[in-house]
């Protein structure tokens, strides 16, 4: 069973590149499930973050990576990296 159909994973830096990745998904069917942290806030507060991006990314069908220089040097981006 899946949580969502898509997560979206990327540095801070590129949040903008992030957002219109969303956006787009959403224009071809507003019914696919995507984790977006900017619109996920309420899930994200008081939560063990490791912890939760474990089981979230295990329980996308897809996970989307925004590759950069700024994703590459993040330590939060490595973590999420490595746990999916």
Known sequence: MFLHDFAISYAGEDKFHADEIYKRIKEKSQSYSI?????????????????????LFSKCKEVIVLLSENY?????????????
Do not use: C, N
């Open 72 to 84: 590459k040097h993040k330590k939060w981006t490595r973590y999420e990296w490595e746990s999916f």
């Open 35 to 55: 984790f977006f942290a900017p619109y996920e806030k309420d899930i994200l507060v008081g939560q063990d973050g490791e912890t939760l991006f474990e089981i």
